[in-house]
Every structure is written in C-alpha cells, then in structure tokens.
C-alpha cells in the first residue's frame, strides 16, 4: 500500500503552497523522477513522504497520520513495550550492555545506544512482539504468504502498511513496526528520549546475558549463511571465470 | 534463418574465446580457453560450408561427422566436470568425470564408431542429411543427442540449486541462461518425436542450446570481472 496521490498533493499544498514540485525535490532530496513516477502511478511512497516532511520541518509521524490508512497513528501515542524497545538496541550494544554490567572499568566511556534502526531491528522486533501464533494471525490478516513474511524478516526491512498490520495483530502500538524499519526515528515516533536504554537498564542481568546470548546465535547463524553464500559464488568464479 | 542463427552463434563463441585469450596468455583458468575454442570449433563443423571444406580434405565420406562427435563429447565431458566442480555438486561430477560417466562416454563412442562404419557414408553431407534413411543413421544421430543429454542431466539438479539461492544478480542470471541451455539438450532427446514438417525446430534448438551455454558460461566469466572492479572501486 502506498498514499494515493490526490491526497499527498492536498496534503503537499497544505504544507508547502507555493513551491513547485522540482524545489521540494531540491529540498527533500527524493528524486524528481522517482516522486514524479510515483504520483503519475496514483501511490505515493510512505518514505517520499517522510523525506519531505523531514525537509519542512514537520514531524513525519504526524504528516503519515493524516493519511486515511494511517489512521491508526492518530490520538494519544501508545507506550512501547520493554520488550519492543529492547528489541530496537543493536546486538553489539547488548553486548557492551553485557561487558558494561559485568562490572564497572575505567577508561571505558559509557554505553551511548546506536540510533534505530540496527541490522536485524525488523526480526527483533517481531519477535518482541509475537506470542507465537502472530505471523499466522498477520497472514489471515493481510492474505500475505507466511514465507513473503520471512523473507521480509530475513532482508530486514517491512513495508509500512505490513508493519502496521503486524503491530495491529500483536496489540501493541502502531509505532514499533515502522521505527524498528527505520521509516521513522523513535523519537520522531514519539518515543521518550532514553527510553530504550532505560528498558535495558530495567533488564535483569541474567534476561541481558540471555537475550544477547539468543541475538549473538543469530548473528552467528547469518554471517556463517553468507560466508558459505560468498564460498558457493567463489567456487564458480575459480572454476569457470 | 538457421544459418544466420549458426554464424551468429559462432560469431559469439570465437569472441568469446578471443575474449579468454589474455587470461589463458597468464596463465589463468585455461581450460576455459580450451572450452570455448572447442564449442568454437564444434559449431564451425555443423556449418555447410566449413564441413564440406573440412571433409573434402578427410576424403568426403562424411568422416568430419564422426569427427564432430568426438569432438562434442569431449566437449560435454570437459564443461560437465567443470560445472559440477563449479556448482559445488561431487554427485555430478562424479556422474561425469568418474568410472559410470567414462563408461558410458567410451561405450557412447565405440558405438558411434560402431554405427558409422556400418553405414555407407559416401558423399559428404552436412549432418548427414542427405543420407539413405535407416535405423543404422538413426541411432548414430541418437547416440549423438544421447552424451550431451545425459550430461545435462548429471548437471542441472546442482546448478537448480545455485539459481535459487541468493547470490549476485549477474551470476544468478548466466547460470539460469546455461540452465537453459542445457534444459534444451534434453529437450533435444526427443527429436524423432518431431514431425517431419517441422524439422526446421531441430537446428533452432541445438543452436540455441550452444548460443545459452556458452552466453552461460561468458556471463559468468563478466559477472566475476563486474564483481572484481566494483570491489576495487570500493577498496
């Protein structure tokens, strides 16, 4: 899904009048030919959207909210979970979240948290928020196939209205998803400022070691599928470039 | 038509041999360099004006045929060890390059020999089309189909495989095309199913099986030297 045209132009006329289509381009730095594309096709790309809000000095969140299909968005923000929050710090972090309990140490500068989103935000999240049976409820949902659902995961990236689809199927609010894709910053998202570092601090040492322990295995299984990938390309090369 | 489509083809194949010319001057991969000069060579065969040149010389009893099978089979027998190697596939090479696949290349040749000198061959003629009919002729053009056919197949599970899998984009697509062209030499077994009327489909499709292989085995050859210089540019 994408934002019909008709209304992204009533929309970029309510927040820009009197500039013409090449200078919001210049500003926003969406392509000329891409926006014009897409507004020719009648859909509008939410991160054309976000671009140019960006560039007005307009809070992305809120021009999305204005959008029928992002309806959701609307109204008093809903919390994030310590779970989702937590799912939104990067592994590495985890892991100096790790070395940095274990026991204070000179000379180490304190924790600073990276921004969202980080290499596998959109699987973490997903698992931050499902009880089990959420990619079957997603699927019924959206008639989407449970292994398009994976491949998304796998290629760490979401499409919006699947990201508001999903936090729709797990009851929690609509932000997450498109936070944990990197279409929004959290605080653009609302999100309170140190929220996620506070949610780790909440953490538990043993719920940190487990959980790093769990996204490290990850890692390890994703960086070992692409080593054996760039073995098989290379065998190919040898033998037959 | 066809023999536009077999210059062409072999236009492709001496290019892309020319193109293998530096690299076997280095050193590198020559057996590359030897693959594409002989399907270079094998395709000259097949064309009406070298082959009856060629024959001409061998004493025009069609001599240059058998020749041209021989030379095919070393062919499918030198890119079917490479490919197997190349897809990460011990079954297939194996299949191809061990005790089962040279004992059924020796017997394929014996009995291409076999079938040959029982015919009378007199007076060359391109593909032996202008020969008397007879069951002789037709299980030598069998056996001639049969090699590569049985090639293809110890190849194509192994390199089904690699198309599928996440790779770069270049690579994944001249392996499809040398899919494909393989895909169509088993396609090829079934010539004497083909009506007469449309007999025309044979020559399209052993040279579109030679064009989508060798295109194959060049768009890998241009997916590792793409993949080479964008690393450099990056590094």
């Known amino acids: 899904m994408s934002l019909p045209s ?34 020719v096709r009648g859909k509008v790309a939410e991160s ?40 939104q710090v990067s592994t590495m972090d985890l892991l100096r979240a790790v070395v940095e ?55 760490n990236r979401l499409p919006p209205e699947l990201a508001l689809a999903t936090s729709r199927a797990a ?59 760039l073995d098989h390309t290379n065998r190919i090369w040898e033998n037959l470039g | 038509m066809t023999t536009v489509l077999a210059w062409a083809t072999l236009f492709i194949c001496l290019t892309l041999t020319a193109i293998r010319i530096p690299s076997a001057v280095r050193g590198e991969n020559r057996m590359m360099f030897v693959l594409f000069a002989l399907i270079s060579l094998d395709i000259l065969l097949s064309i009406e004006g070298p082959y009856l040149l060629i024959d001409a010389w061998l004493g025009n009893f069609n001599l240059c045929n058998l020749l041209l099978r021989f030379m095919l089979y070393g062919t499918f027998l030198l890119m079917g060890i490479k490919v197997a190697r190349a897809f990460g596939s ?17 017997a394929t040749a014996v009995l291409t020999a076999f079938f040959f000198f029982s015919m009378d061959t007199s007076g060359s003629t391109v593909g032996l089309n202008d020969l008397d009919p007879g069951p002789a002729l037709d299980i030598y053009a069998a056996l001639g ?20 899998n996440p790779g770069p984009v270049l690579l994944r697509a001249a392996s499809a095309t040398l899919l494909l062209g393989l895909g169509l030499l088993i396609v090829s077994q079934v010539f004497p199913l083909i009506p007469l009327s449309n007999t025309w489909l044979r020559p399209l499709i052993n040279y579109s099986a030679a064009l989508a292989a060798a295109l194959g085995l060049g768009g890998i050859w241009l997916s590792k030297t793409v993949a080479r210089r964008t690393s450099r540019a990056v590094t």
């Open chain 1, 101 to 155: 309990r274990s026991g204070p140490r000179d000379g180490i500068p304190p924790l600073v948290l990276e921004e969202t989103p980080h290499p596998s935000s959109v699987r973490n999240w997903v698992d931050a928020i499902d009880d089990g049976e959420l990619r079957h409820r997603v699927s019924a949902a959206t008639g989407i196939a449970p292994q398009n659902f994976s491949a998304h995961l796998t290629a």
């Open chain 2, 90 to 106: 011990p079954g297939g090479e194996r299949a191809i390059g061990g005790p089962i696949g040279l004992a059924v290349l020796g």
């Open chain 2, 145 to 164: 189909r049969f090699y590569p056919g049985y090639v293809a197949v110890c190849l194509i599970p192994g390199m089904w495989r690699s198309v599928r």
């Open chain 1, 171 to 229: 009851g929690v609010g609509p932000a997450g998803g498109l936070v944990a894709s990197g279409l929004v910053t959290e605080a653009e998202a609302g999100w309170p400022p140190g929220a996620r570092r506070d949610a780790l601090d909440r953490m538990t040492e043993g719920e940190l070691a487990l959980l790093s322990g769990e996204r490290l295995q990850a890692l390890g299984k994703a960086l070992r599928r692409h080593e054996h990938e």
């Open chain 1, 6 to 39: 008709k209304a992204f132009q009533r929309w970029l006329h309510g927040i820009a009048p009197n500039t013409s289509t090449a200078d919001v381009c210049r500003f926003s730095g969406v392509k000329r030919t891409t926006l014009a594309q897409q507004l």
């Open chain 1, 48 to 87: 054309s959207l976000v671009s140019i809000s960006r560039a007005f000095d307009m809070n992305p969140f809120d021009a999305l909210a204005q959008f029928e299909a992002y309806a959701a968005l609307r109204g008093t923000p809903v919390l994030p979970t310590d779970a989702e929050l937590v799912s």
